[in-house]
Nanobody, 119 residues
């Protein structure tokens, strides 16, 4: 079955960078969109970025556009989130997710990885 495993989180100073990885397994993802979401303490989960597995088109939340970059490696079945110029407000648990391209909901989720940005 579908399994999404995030890694790469950690503690970084403001202005620094991290690259999150999401190892995807269990099926062919050619008809899927892959997304990154985050949830900060006391806040609702929010969308960060998405990429279509097949075509590679991307979409970003305004809050991260220009700083973050999502990509996928079809060979390794890995989705990445390169996070640059990190801010304290980027602190959150980051989740990898997947959905059918024709679906509105992300129905597969990873366990999350903590990103903490210190000032």
């Amino acid at each position: 079955q579908v399994r999404l495993v995030e890694s790469g989180g950690g503690l970084v100073q403001a202005g620094g960078f991290l690259r999150l990885s999401c190892a995807a397994s269990g099926r062919t993802f050619s008809s899927y969109a892959m997304g990154w979401f985050r949830q900060a303490p006391g806040k609702e989960r929010e969308f960060v970025a998405s990429v279509n597995w097949s075509g590679g088109s991307t979409y970003y939340a305004d809050s991260v556009k220009g700083r973050f970059a999502i990509s996928r490696d079809k060979v390794s079945n890995t989705v990445y989130l390169q996070m640059n110029s990190l801010k304290p407000e980027d602190t959150a648990v980051y989740y990898c997710a997947a959905r059918f391209l024709v679906a509105k909901e992300y129905n597969y989720w990873g366990q999350g990885t903590q990103v903490t940005v210190s000032s």
